[in-house]
């Protein structure tokens, strides 16, 4: 289920541990909204030919509610940087679905936004400041940039080897792309020219 973390304690808390009483088929990847609310994957062994994997938002009123519950592997999720539209990675179907969300935090006229080809399918996603989302894609080895429409902006080739598996923003101006390379078990990074979006903060 979900867990909060406590660096500096060094301590797990449950936060989540079921859908009501039913178990998760397999948590993966999360975002979080500037309201609070948070956003994640249910990946377990969804496919293709069993497409039960199911997307979920728990509000910050404490309430859990399924945006949906047919996707062939949800993996990485990210929010464009207004938070009206959330996007998810199918990895099985080797696309990036594209999700509006509405205001009560439900989502509607979900589709099919980027389809990719090769490789083993999308992984982990990421968002810049400008709606562009980026898209680690193992098997292929390469991190793809997508502007705000969904055209192909910018390819960033491993120079290790073709399992890049996730991606997130750093640095002091955000424009430091860090991207896990699980092949060679190697962390990479690469300058770009659009800040990621700031992520949601508490504090």
Known sequence: GLVNVDFAEKKMTPVLARHYSESFHGLNDLCIANSGDIYF????????????????????????????????????IVLSPDDNVLYVAMTRSNSIWRCPVMVDGSATKIGAFINLSGGIGPDGITVDESGGLVVAHPGVGVVWVFDRKGEPALRIESPLGDMVTNVAFGGEDRRTLYMTESQSGSILAARVDVPGKKLFSHA
């Open 41 to 76: 994957t249910d990946q377990g062994l969804s496919d293709m030919r069993a497409s039960t994997g199911r997307v979920f938002c728990l509000g910050a009123d404490g309430m859990l509610r399924a945006i949906l519950e047919n996707g062939p592997s949800p993996n990485g």
